[in-house]
């Protein structure tokens, strides 16, 4: 049985708690990226209203990659870390 690491769990309890999260600021690097502050503790969360799906993470790198898949999952370009596959 493998355990969960206490921060995921921590990650998972913002998205159920409005009161105590508050916005930092957009990311300066990534598109769709988000700061805010739960509890002292800052989370990236990686956000596309258009396809009304959100979800919180550690790291700003996670959070863009995130955000790059679910636009490839959307048959769109990926815009902050994942490129293009070049076709030979």
């Keep these: 049985?493998?355990?969960?690491?206490a921060k995921r769990e921590?990650?998972?309890?913002?998205?159920?708690?409005?009161?105590?999260?508050k916005y930092v600021r957009k990311?300066?690097?990534?598109?769709?990226?988000?700061?805010?502050?739960?509890?002292?503790?800052?989370y990236y969360k990686a956000q596309m209203s258009k396809y009304n799906w959100s979800v919180f993470f550690l790291t700003e790198k996670e959070a863009a990659k995130a955000v790059d898949m679910k636009l490839i999952e959307k048959g769109l370009e990926p815009v902050n870390i994942l490129k293009k596959q070049q076709q030979q």
């Design 10 to 21: 921590d990650v998972v309890l913002i998205i159920r708690t409005k009161k105590e999260k």
């Design 27 to 42: 990311s300066e690097e990534y598109a769709h990226v988000s700061l805010f502050d739960y509890k002292g503790e800052i």
């Design 1 to 5: 049985m493998r355990g969960k690491p």
